[in-house]
């Protein structure tokens, strides 16, 4: 079956009205062959094994150029010189190599210098900006879509994974074994702050406190981290981490406020 249109006998029978005295020549029309078949165009698994073609051609990539010397090498080899020149690349070889990834290995994944690249990979990038979680029912608890719905229903709260690296960067997430056993209980509202230095036994004196929540004065802990990197009293390491105790401090604020206020009141009566 031939198909056809009447575009063709139409703009002929336009050109014949206008100009009767014009030739064939004369006309612009638009003809095209056709291959005979229904197949669509392109490959015929519709690029599913398609290759990867930003790279060097095989035929003339560092491999091809490696293989060819070699082959020339064989040929060439117990003949007397020529006196042809045959590139660069194509120099005889005196001395053969040992065929060892630094000799006259052939194959592009042990060979010293570029290699082939892969042309059956394709890479695929998917950042995944998306939590899949139903946005509606994690703000109002309620979605229209009911158990229809293809995102995750739940109101809990989640961390984005660049703020899991950033933590992790930053030391937030301690890999050296020593953490804390009570970093997530609940603590009850005594103040269980000790008021005596542990080493010198006297007031602190600009208090700080280690990663196993104990306070020590900054001299004296200072000169105890010399004799050992270890807590004074635990036996912990400390891996030389003194934060400010700020607790102590501001107690220790507030009883000298409360003490100054008694003398005070002491002196009017």
Known sequence: MIQSTNVKRHQEKI???VDDSSEDDSRVTVLYKSNRTALPAGPSDQGATAILETETEKDRDAQALFEKA???NEELKGKDDDKIYRGLNNYTQYYKKRDTAAGNASS?????????APSNLRATVRWDYQPDICKDYKETGFCGFGDSCKFLHDRSDYKLGWQLEREAATGEYNNSGDEDDKKYEIDSDE??????CFICRNSFT???VTKCKHYFCEK??????RKSTRCYICNTQTNGTFNPAKELIARTKMEDKAATAASEDS???
């Open 191 to 196: 103040d269980n702050l000790p008021f005596k």
């Open 108 to 116: 592009g994944m042990v060979r010293k210098g570029p290699i082939r």
């Open 220 to 225: 004296c802990a200072l000169e105890q981290y």
């Open 267 to 269: 002196d009017e009566d």
């Open 206 to 208: 600009d208090p700080v």
């Open 70 to 72: 070699q082959k020339i």
């Open 15 to 17: 050109s014949c009205d």
